[in-house]
């Protein structure tokens, strides 16, 4: 077992120890992690930071919070996304993570990682020092297992010093960036006085970057100080398409339909609408939304993505595959959308063809339970249970299930053959399942 595995599981399994009984899980959508990937791109620009390597990920999580686990991910809760009024507010969260990364804050993070001693959230949390490394695949999905949760306050909390010197850099990315500096302002002030309220009353972001009385005067002086700055092109957009897809997705569809008429545009009303009369459901409506917004953009994959969504969800498989088939060609290197055509494709019995789109999405993003789950059913549906059996087993083991991760990894070993790459991954699992099951007992 190398030192780095040794590392990541023991950091594993200690923010594993006591997950809450409805963990929340990442919502992982080709669409939403785009636009925030656009809204992030100057911030990380002007931080220093590669936007191809910092991935924007949101969490199914209705409080407000945000947060760093590694220097490769900044991780939104949906509820702080919805609450916030504007993009620069959105790109003064992104700006003071970023910050955190920037000057080196997760190092003493992940030192004080085995402190941690209990969690609330997120699904994965920390699978990246492989990848940042530059490691393979097999070694950083080994890394990934095991972790099923948001790190807590005292693994992710940051001192005051530190919460000082990210919003001063934070600021300084703004600037830089052309995002009004006041934003940050505006944000800070939405926990304002939390720290009076009784620990369970807060807001985890309250209680993992503390706000003081002089940290918010600093920050207002500084912003103060600032030029005029000019908002990058394009930023209200990716924020309208962002949070407008995500509310429609996690609020009532009466809801949505109450305010489609406020998009700001007719690609995201037409969006908003499809999503919602789908949710009702009323396909009749939502294919009509949705045809709609693919002759207005023909060339946006995302749009197909979700076409082949509904569709496959209202038990069109072959027309699915169509609409997936369409959005791969127009993404080709996007996991989500790969996962989402080869689900179509095991939808309507093609086995063949999904296992391998399948594994092409997996080898892209290995931290997507539901891609593993359907590569589990294609390798099934193609006579090879061995490599079925490890995949659910890493499935399992990526969800915080253990015992149902030692079980399949320990079929999966009596399946496949004995030092291959397969039996090697199932192995990873029994030992970071077993480590993980003893930490329990």
Known sequence: MSYIWRIAVATALTVTLALPAQARG???????????????????????????????????????????VDNRHIFIHSGMLLKLDSPAQVQAVIAHEAAHIQNGHIARRLQSAQAASS?????IALALAAAASGADGRTASGLALGVAGSANRVFMSHTRAEE?????????????????????????????????????????????????????RAVSALADAAKTATPPQDAAYWFARATGKLSAFTRAPAW????????????????????????????????????????????????????????????QANAAVAAYKRATDLAPGNALVMGGYGRALLAAGNASAARSVLEQARARDFRDASILRDLAVAYAKTGD??????????????LGRFDD?????????????????????????????????????
Not at 263 to 291: C, G
Not at 299 to 311: C, K, W
Not at 385 to 398: C, D, F, N, Q
């Open 26 to 68: 990442l919502i992982r959508d080709p669409d939403i992690e785009h636009a925030l990937g656009e809204l992030a791109r100057p911030v990380l620009n002007a931080a220093g930071l590669s936007p191809g390597q910092v991935r924007i990920m949101v969490i199914d999580d209705s409080s407000l919070n945000a947060f760093i």
């Open 119 to 123: 969690i609330s959230g997120l699904g």
């Open 164 to 216: 000082s010197s990210a919003d001063a850099s934070g600021l300084r990315y703004m600037m830089r960036a052309g995002v009004d500096p006041k934003a940050f302002i505006d944000v800070l002030n939405i926990f304002r006085g939390q720290e009076l309220l009784s620990e369970t009353r807060q807001d985890p972001y309250a209680r993992t970057h503390p706000l003081s009385r002089d940290r918010l």
């Open 256 to 315: 949505t339909l109450r305010r489609v008429a406020d998009s700001p545009t007719e690609d995201i009303r037409l969006m908003r609408e499809a999503i919602a009369y789908h949710r009702k459901p009323d396909t009749r409506r939502a294919m009509a939304a949705i045809d709609r917004l693919a002759a207005l953009r023909p060339g946006d994959p995302f749009v197909h993505e979700l076409r082949g969504q509904i569709l496959l969800e209202s038990r």
């Open 385 to 398: 249970p061995g490599l079925a059996s490890v995949v659910t087993a890493e499935r399992y083991a990526l």
């Open 405 to 441: 991760a030692l079980v399949h990894a320990k079929r999966a070993e009596g399946l496949v053959p004995r030092g291959s790459r397969a039996g090697l991954r199932a192995q990873d699992v029994i030992s970071a399942a077993e480590s993980a099951l003893r930490q329990r007992r």
